[in-house]
């Protein structure tokens, strides 16, 4: 059975930093590409970043120069460290796996507070 667990959300004041994990299971994870998307209340899911299998990076425009993603495989982990937060980056976190399949973890919360 296919697992994504994301980890690392919660509450942070603006211009503090959060690090998103999401763990998978059930996979052969070096070979997906992994991303992170979220979805801020009251509107639709947005892509935030994504990780290719051999490591490259692509951002939203409102992340860049903030957020990195990363990936460990030989933890079958991806990571979002997320610094300068802004109040807009609140939301859920979502974890992506794709290869022949989309797989999606549950969600961690972060909330940014003014």
């Known amino acids: 059975q296919v697992q994504l667990v994301e980890s690392g959300g919660g509450l942070e004041e603006a211009g503090g930093s959060l690090r998103l994990s999401c763990t998978a299971s059930?996979?052969?994870?070096?070979?997906?590409?992994m991303a992170w998307y979220r979805q801020a209340p009251g509107k639709q899911r947005e892509l935030v970043a994504t990780?290719?299998?051999?490591?490259?990076?692509m951002y939203a425009d409102s992340v860049k120069g903030r957020f990195t993603a990363s990936r460990d495989n030989a933890r079958n982990t991806v990571y979002l460290q997320m610094n300068s937060l802004e109040v807009a980056d609140t939301g859920v976190y979502y974890c992506?796996?794709?290869?022949?399949?989309?797989?999606w973890g549950k969600g961690t919360l972060v909330t940014v507070s003014s």
């Open positions: 992506h796996a794709h290869r022949w399949v989309d797989y």
């Open positions: 059930g996979i052969i994870f070096s070979i997906n590409h």
């Open positions: 990780v290719t299998t051999n490591g490259g990076t």
